[in-house]
């Protein structure tokens, strides 16, 4: 081993050759996203709409649970909060619903301090089982609210849908019925808060916080003893995630202008199938809930008709990938051509030439 | 005053039920680490089990439960053997999400199967008879018998657990995987063995679960929610305290219910919360982690 001085022949990298092609790629996929209601119908546009926020939705519990170890079974607390508080500053504080989206963010990180502080006394798999308890709660609360319409639910009137900003300026530029025009402005909210959901993951896991999550994930007592504050970072992601889903519910709540607890709170709806797509896709990566999103899309179009059959094929398709390929379809497709399209793993790389 | 009085009393009875969810629940955690997220959708599984049975063979529950236990047992111990021993290991990830699966698959199995419908098991005469306290107050013969059969099935497993050759191989796994292989233990064997037994604790928990009140598909969550309850309330590792957990769940959802009906469930709930803010790890722990 010859003498040479590191800085000169070693580096660190993350940006790979795909990852750069991928980047323009999705500069040019983003586009066409932006661009599709002005050609794309209103149907698909519907679709596209539940597929963004799924993708959303996938990319924050892969945070919680494929980064920083925190398996929740509960996010749909945070979803019908999200949801709830929607209709809670609409109907009765005349909030504008764009607005009122942004608050639901704000507001669910509110919840989720008290709350982490209670689930966080609980670790591993009873931290799960926490959060549904926790979830449950929620629930049964809001059944309580009889303004917001206790145990049955209660819809949006459209003084409320009708009048969220930009849907007259919508409904000159393409020419649509209000309900359409409204349709095109909560795909656009629901594009802007997938891309900023994953905008906001990649950043966190290319960042120091990314770094401490990747110590925490291989060894807790390592990364304790090198400095990292588990349970602070642990909190962190938390409340950046209940944030991040709050406003995610409070979108799929808008669209949806009807809301019931049992819905809402739903742990099929808004956990198991965001599990199933993490799980599918590959979860630890950022590629694997994209990849898994668009599976689930296509298996909730085809087969969604066949009802408990199909729930069961779901359970049966999560439980063999847990066991037979536990990386999911993106960690297998990875390993086998080194792809990497989301870059946040730090490489050394070693120029060649004077030997070593 | 009679109505608060009878809440208790009802409460420490329903308690019992949930100690029983909680026993199989504690006794698979204890041994193997492995929280089983399908544990309340395979009690509502038992209770489908032992109501085909009595329809079948013309039996009254508690015959056709016999007849269900070693059917239980060897489809908890193949169920282990050939699909969760795979899943143990340092990540946490395979056994919740496996379990959880296996949950989503048995609740919509039983309702292509069985239907929506609520069902319950028809025991004839007992059903119906109590003990009458005075005062108004009366204790049925049915939540009576669940509570003393949760105190026979939590004694049966402490004399398993601290007086047989089997407990010493569940303990000894419990406290060093390693050490325990190196003793000749065959892990994979006990781990399904356990299953087996928490099969049958499953079991006995399903006739209860199915006599005392009516019973769908879709209420398995809700049961695996009281009994995870029981067990962090009485403190991991020990029985008596999952007992003393159960009971606290009954009566709290009772109390609930007295001032307000909506409350039943919000109580229980509530009072898991209560102790996990001030006694985090149980009223009474014995094991860490």
Known sequence: MTQASPAARYSIETKTRASFAAGIAACVLVAVFAALPAFAPRDFIEDMIFVLYMAALAQCWNLLAGYAGLVSVGQQAFVGLGGYLLFALTNMAGIDPLIAIVLAGVISAAFALPTARIVFRLRGAYFAIGTWVVAEVYRLVFAQFKSLGGGTGTSLPPTVTNQVFGISAIKGLFEVSTPAARDIITYWVALVLALATLAVVYFILRSRLGLALGAIRDSEPAAESVGVDNDRIKLAIYVITAAATGMIGALIYLQKARISPDAAFSVLDWTAYVIFIVVIGGIGTIEGPLVGTIVFYLMQRNLAGFGAWYLILLGALAIAVMLFAPKGLWGYVAERYGLVLFPIRRRLVVKSGDGG | ?289
């Open chain 2, 1 to 289: 005053m009679t109505g608060w009085v009878d809440a208790l009393i009802q409460g420490i009875l329903l308690g019992g039920l949930y100690a029983l969810f909680a026993a199989g629940l504690s006794l698979i955690f204890g041994i193997m680490r492995l929280v089983n997220l399908a544990h309340g959708d395979l009690i509502v599984l038992g209770a489908f089990m032992i109501l085909t049975i009595a329809a079948w063979l013309g039996l009254d529950p508690f015959a056709a439960t016999l007849v269900a236990l070693p059917v239980m047992f060897a489809a908890g111990f193949a169920l282990q053997y050939l699909l969760l021993n795979r899943t143990l290991g340092r990540d946490l990830l395979p056994p919740l999400l496996v379990t959880f699966g296996l949950s989503i698959m048995i609740e919509n199995g039983l309702l292509e199967l069985f239907s929506a419908d609520s069902q319950r098991l028809d025991a004839g005469a007992i059903e119906t008879a109590s003990i009458k306290l005075g005062g108004g107050i009366g204790i049925g013969v049915v939540p009576l018998l669940t509570l003393a059969s949760a105190i026979a099935v939590i004694f049966a497993l402490n004399l398993v657990f601290y007086r047989t050759s089997l407990g010493r191989a569940f303990r000894a796994t419990a406290d060093d995987l390693e050490i325990a292989q190196l003793m000749g233990i065959d892990h994979s064997r006990i781990f399904s063995v356990a299953m087996g037994l928490g099969f049958i604790v499953i079991t006995i928990a399903a006739l209860y679960l199915g006599m005392r009140a009516n019973f769908d598909p879709t209420i398995g969550p809700g049961r695996l929610l009281y009994a995870f309850e029981a067990v962090i309330i009485g403190g991991l590792g020990s029985f008596w305290g999952t007992l003393a957990g159960g009971i606290i769940v009954g009566v709290a959802q009772t109390v609930g219910a007295q001032i307000n009906p909506e409350w039943q469930i919000l109580a229980g709930h509530v009072a898991f919360l209560a102790v996990l803010i001030f006694k985090p790890r149980g009223l009474f722990p014995r094991a860490f982690d």
